[in-house]
């Protein structure tokens, strides 16, 4: 349970955009603020029911777009790769962690990590 909560929230960080107004606010106090049901139906004005089925709808929309789109995945793949590009270059013979090429090599990386 924790694990798809987890999951959710991060393919929310990515796609929120793409949901209506009101997607964005019961995900964002379902899963971000950790609202049971009830109090969110209460928040907006809403049956219980009806925020379990937006919350559900929403869910299979957010794994959707990650299916189509992949951005979660390509970031995750990018991620790593700079890691490994990052222990290599601590194995060279001559590593040096103050060098101007370990420098920017570690700069750009970083860069594409906040990308």
């Known amino acids: 349970m924790i694990e798809k909560k987890v999951e959710?929230?991060?393919?929310?960080?990515?796609?929120?955009?793409?949901?209506?107004?009101?997607?964005?606010n019961?995900?964002?106090?379902?899963?971000?603020?950790?609202?049971?049901?009830?109090?969110?139906?209460?928040?907006?004005g809403v049956s219980r029911q009806a925020v379990y089925d937006h919350i559900k709808r929403t869910e299979k929309l957010l794994f959707e777009y990650e299916e189509k789109l992949q951005m979660v995945k390509s970031d995750d793949i990018r991620r790593?790769?700079?890691?490994?590009?990052?222990?290599?270059?601590?194995?060279?013979?001559?590593?040096d962690q103050d060098s101007e090429p370990y420098k920017t090599i570690k700069k750009i990386g970083d860069e594409l990590e906040q990308l």
Not at 10 to 20: A, I
Not at 31 to 44: C, H, M, P, V
Not at 80 to 95: C, D, F, R, S, V
């Open 80 to 95: 790593k790769k700079i890691q490994e590009l990052i222990e290599a270059i601590e194995k060279l013979p001559h590593y």
């Open 26 to 44: 019961i995900i964002e106090l379902y899963f971000n603020y950790d609202l049971s049901l009830s109090e969110i139906a209460e928040e907006i």
């Open 8 to 24: 959710v929230s991060v393919l929310f960080d990515y796609y929120q955009e793409l949901l209506t107004k009101t997607q964005r």
